[in-house]
């Protein structure tokens, strides 16, 4: 079962490729989530998988609500530019 789960969250975190300016990404982010810091917004290439834990857990969401929440934060990121 565990085998399972964790071959679903390897799948939705491959299915979800950072893009664009993440600096302005996560100052919308924090904007829109007052509790987050610096440090939980924080990106480092190859290390998707522990910045969406991060905010699963701060944000108490589910892994797809967070994917959502990122997908929905670009398009809105996107548009303001």
Do not use: C
């Not at 987050?36 to 190859?46: R, Y």
């Amino acid at each position: 079962m565990e085998t399972k789960r964790k071959e679903g969250e390897r799948k939705s975190s491959e299915l979800f490729k950072f893009s664009g300016d993440w600096d302005k990404q996560s100052k919308a982010l924090k904007e829109k989530f007052p509790n987050l810091t610096s440090e939980d917004v924080k990106f480092e290439s190859g290390k998707e998988l522990d910045l969406i834990k991060r905010l699963e857990h701060k944000l108490d969401k589910e892994r797809n609500e967070v994917v959502g929440i990122l997908k929905t934060n670009y398009t809105t990121v996107s548009k303001s530019i």
